[in-house]
């Protein structure tokens, strides 16, 4: 519903339309007042003069200073008044009189609903006029006020008692999921979803074509919260449901391909996604639908780049782009996004001149869009364009397109992850330009925004662990100590303790200790580390030998050795060629010995 | 307290501070700033405080590093004493930039410098036995005294006692002072970071014993008192260069590849997050277009099984009339219609939000998306079985359920109808919509739907057999008539949008579209005069509208237009009239509401046909089997009116082209001159010339 009335319209701008006439013969038509002993008679106020000013006190109730408020409180036990209500607020939004007088109908709406419910009967109604309060509320952008009448609604419906209950329950849970997702409680905003969810299945049964456009719905969300695994789940179910339901290569079956290539591609695993790619443009020439048939062009395009089979990227991307060319333009979007990855491609193969001006020219139609552009879209590319310049070693130019696409992102609700993921790229470009003052600054408010959200992926471990380094950079150990500490445990719980990322915060924390004099947590820590490359991941990394070099410092500083035996593949090695008898002998002297060997 | 004077510009070396006053580390953090009594030393970075001792009862209890390197150095030369800004209780002093020496050796030293009982007698000897300490290290030690007020300029008259502890202070006297309270010495730390430093090494000549102690004097209980707190202090000194040297070893790490990594590997992570996010939020902006048009014939199915359903349902109980039921039926379809372009008036706001740039958050609740939420919730309403009976047979026995009813399937389901209303209305202010002919009462008055409806709403009180109900009826067709008018412009919106979404090739950008249905409807004012013009000088559009247009041709006939409408016309009156067809359906009820059910059918027939079937005036291919004179003259390419010496000259232009001679077919020569004959009226079309 958010979507309807922008967030951004003035509460009081009601355009001062109060004389059009339109609204009256709407409410003549449900009041044959004539006829019956309607209840009508007592109806609360039509947009008289007096009622239609907007009442500057936005207050959520009606004022009692006005008489016909006060009438209306005393006749909200009517019944009839409810609908009747709730269908002025609809009026009061078609006339053009601002929301504000729709939310107070709203509001006296639900609550006449309230009164009227017989006790023990959940009251549809009731939880219908929520729902519309609620909506309300996020027209007006006043999202938090909505989530406690969300809260509301969905506990008045009872889930046993029939579909309509049921539908209630969900709708009430999807609006709350939403609504949270507006404010940037992404994990909640999840909850509410998965629980939707669960009300439809119970309602619908396993393999109902709605249930499938939630489930997809859901894997969406679970990808936007970098929760892959589950949407993978999510996006099988969805495609075994449209399998069901529809014909091989329909719409909704390459849709679904489609998010699931997205999820692949994100996992990591290319083969895969590219497979998904290539069924969903199969089924999209089918269909005859050119651009969407360019659209996966450009996304197979990106994982042959990734597989590094970059002939045939340029070939997808052309493909692509003369289509996108003929169809929408030469100065769309889409085209300029195709440009970025053109120029992220010759980037990576060498041709740096080709890259630059394709940069150039995507830039340029960022800069002056054509109308119909969202500046979702126009920041997404220039932060695409800035990861170029991020890799091509011009920060400075970077951290302008980053801090424009900021700028535009501003103020939007939901898009509070993406501003962190901008945030946080900015401070490492900070970083970079060695300004880590401003570094941490960025990474802090990255932060704050992902914990806000709930976030606990590998990618936020990832920022505290990058917002660490910038503390220490700051001689802030104790807050870097934290940091890392926080990483670690997240990094451990989402990756593993094998992942390269933990191992670097196992590093980084090592060295933090040791800073700090905590020389045994450091020494342990370290150990860790060194057993796990021994014992699991090989020793070939460059790194081993720079955290073994480390290690032997901080434990000839504390009077120690290693008691631990070097199991290294030398040293494996030699013993099978050595003899068991020197073996044998050597079993005390283990560690010197296998130096000499 | 002293620096010594070999300390020159460019060297380095820590200060490690003990004090019990909380804010030295905030001025230290702020920026360490040494007061110098001779000289000007800048001293460059600065180190945080590091750590706390828990020396029971002491009050010391913070103490801080802080270190860097002289940049700048006044020309007096020799020792240089500090003044700190703050008062201390001790400075260990390390200068860094001496390599070479080896840890335990220089631990040791610091044990022997720091240990009381080597010092008492060491320190009463000369230089040369101080070297002899350090013997294999060759770093002689800097000791001196600190006091309270910390400016000491040597030689020192060892007056006070450093206050360690209340306990020992009051052992204080004149004639003994605690030797190492500040240690300045040479060290060198193994670490990288020492070859940032310059590689002079640093001698330290002077060593300054400021004082004379002995312990002459003193109780056994004091000697043990000092032997303890200095070797405390040791202990703090050994553990504070523990961390110094980690801390080294930190910036090591830091400056190292490592992280350097660990930073690109955040970058891509979070470009991966942008990327995602950014593909998600298109997806669902694409879903939504795409599902904009799947709802609608979703809705227009349902809403006909719903009817079917109702038909079968009712036809034996009912005691209405069969026109009272296709009314019923018409209202259902209208309610339906209503529905869906909610749908349209959502889509067109999202269209208008992105016109003006505003952003676009698709979520699931959201009134443009279709499969849940408010359409949900809607179509919910509409299928509540007691709700759509009330609609339709109990509102005869009782008018007020049918009012109560009727009101309440509006509050829910039409709400999002009316946001798109208030939207649209808002959209004045935008400077593309202020010339669309949007308005209710802007325009609509001179287009031709106006006055069929309004013959409508006159015919429909007739055609309902209960005259009791007519004003009822009159003003609820004056009410779709006032919704029509504005529904007009946003269903010719969403007609093109259509295809755009189905088809997905839009070759027109979608602002382009109000204002071309804009052009289309003001072309449409003057209908019947300007339609060759219409179908000349614009057929790239005239093939857009085609696209757009996706109901059945067999629809606009019934309506009352001006005769001989090209296809090009129909279409603009279509999309102008679709909104107002219930009302057309006045006159003819029943066909127009089966045509509105049968029309997406029709739309999926009309994709299905190849796309040269647009032209539907040109010839086709193939001859008919007699020759007409339409076709004759499409052959020789003239008018069915062009005198006959025209006829003549196209005759021989076209029989050049085809001549047989010239390799053209004899069959076509024969088929040219037939057509000549038939023009020139010799022949009455003979069949075929074989």
Redesign the interface.
Known sequence: ?????????PPDSA?P?IAVP?PQ??Q?????VS??P?PHTNKPPSPSPSRSKPSPARSKKPQPASPDTILADASLDNP?LG??L??L???T????EGPNKALEYAVR?SKSFERCAVDGEPSL?LA??L??LA?IYC?LGRFEEAVPVLDRAILVPEVGRGA?HA?AA??GH??L??TY??IGQVDRSIEC?EEGLKIQIEALGDTDL?VG??CR?LA?AH??A?QFERAEELCKKTLEIHHAHSEPAS?EES?DR??MA?ICE?KGDYESALEQLVLASMAMIAN?????VA?IDVSIGNIYMSLCRFDEAVFSYQKALTVLKA???DN?PSVASVFVRLADLYHRTGKLRESKSYCENALRIYVK??????????S?GL??IS?IY?SMDEPEEALKLLQKAMKLLEG????Q??IA??E??MG?MF??LGRYEEARNCFESAVTKLRASGEKS??FG??L??MG?AC??L???DEAAELFEEARRILEQECGPCH??SL?VY??LA???????R?ED?IEILEYVLKLREEKLGIANP?FA?EKR?LS?LL??AGRTRDRKAKSLENLIDSNSTSKKTRKEGTKRWGALSFKL | MFLPSALDNGSYFFLLIFTQHSFLSRVINNGLYFCIDHDAINIEGRWSPIGCCSYPSSSCNTFCLVGGKIVRRGERGGPISLKLPFEICHFWISSRNVKEMGKKGWFSSVKKALSPDSKEKKEQRSDKSKKKWFGKQKYPEFESTSYQPSTILPPLPPREEVKLTNAENEQNSDAYSVPVTTTVSTTAVAEPVVSLAPPTQVAVEVVRLPTITHYAGKSREEVAAIKIQTAFRGYLARRALRALRGLVRLKSLIEGSVVKRQATNTLRCMQTLSRVQSQIRSRRIRMLEENQALQRQLLLKHAKELETLRLGDEWDDSIQSKEQVEANLLSKHEATMRRERALAYAFSHQKNGKNTTKSVNPMFMDPSNPTWGWSWLERWMAARPWESRGMTDKDMQDDHASVKSASRSMSAGEINKSYAHYLLNSDKQSPIASEKPSHPGFRSPSTPSRPASKVARKLKPAASPRGSRGPDDDTKSMVSVQSTQFRRHSIAGSSVRDDESLDSSPAVPSYMVPTKSARAKSRLQSPAEKNGITEKDSPPESAKKRLSFPASPARPRRHSGPPRVDSSIITENKTTNIGVTPLVGGIAVAAAAYAGRYSIQAWQAFKARPPTARLQKFYEGGFQSTMTKREAALILGVRETTPKDKIREAHRRVMVANHPDAGGSHYLASKINEAKEMMLGRTKGTGSAF
């Open positions: 519903m958010p979507g309807l009335v922008s967030v951004k319209t355009p339309r339109e013969p709407q003549s038509e449900p009041a044959p006829r019956t309607s009839d609908p009747f709730l269908k607020a609809r009026d939004i078609a006339s053009g709406a109604d219908m006029s729902h519309v909506a027209s309509d539908l969900f709708s999807m609006q999921g939403d997702s507006m979803y709605r456009e939630t719905y969406e990808v936007q970098m719409l849709a489609r998010l997205l994100s005859g639908l050119e651009n969407e659209a169809s929408r333009g769309h869009p054509v109308p119909g552009t969202t500046a979702e879209e126009i997404g932060t695409e990861a991020e939007k609700p939901g898009q992850s993406t993921g901008i946080a790229r490492v970083c970079m590998p990618f990832v920022v662990n990058q380094l220490v950079q001689f802030k150990i390269q990322d670097g590093s980084n060295a933090t200790y040791d800073a700090m004099g020389v450091a790194d720079d480390r410092e000839k500083e």
